[in-house]
């Protein structure tokens, strides 16, 4: 059975820092790439980081600098270090597995996590 289990999120201001955490089933984080993903209200799912198997990473434009996805293959578990947050950063996070194409492309799997909210506000 595939599971993602998130944790992390909250309430921050502006300017502050947050850790999310997912935490994967031993045989799914094995294998696969994970990424993290966000929705922000009124506004569609967009890929917020990938990160492959041997540690290859792609970040979206806007958090690059800001975010740092890490993996621990002892805890099965993926982090998102997330510095320097921003209003515009507001959204819930969901984990996923997915895997990259032969030119970098992070795609998903259609495992994901319940999701947790991260709200960046004064």
């Known amino acids: 059975q595939v599971q993602l289990v998130e944790s992390g999120g909250g309430l921050v201001q502006p300017g502050g820092s947050l850790r999310l955490s997912c935490a994967a089933s031993?045989?799914?984080?094995?294998?696969?790439?994970m990424g993290w993903y966000r929705q922000a209200p009124g506004k569609g799912r967009e890929l917020v980081v990938g990160?492959?198997?041997?540690?290859?990473?792609n970040y979206a434009h806007s958090v690059k600098g800001r975010f740092t996805i890490s993996r621990d293959s002892a805890k099965n578990t993926v982090y998102l270090q997330m510095n320097s947050l921003k209003p515009e950063d507001t959204a819930v996070y969901y984990c996923?597995?997915?895997?990259?194409?032969?030119?970098?492309?992070?795609?998903?799997?259609?495992?994901w996590g319940q999701g947790t909210q991260v709200t960046v506000s004064s």
């Open positions: 996923n597995a997915g895997y990259y194409d032969t030119r970098g492309t992070y795609h998903s799997r259609g495992y």
């Open positions: 990160i492959s198997p041997g540690g290859f990473t």
């Open positions: 031993g045989s799914i984080f094995k294998v696969n790439a």
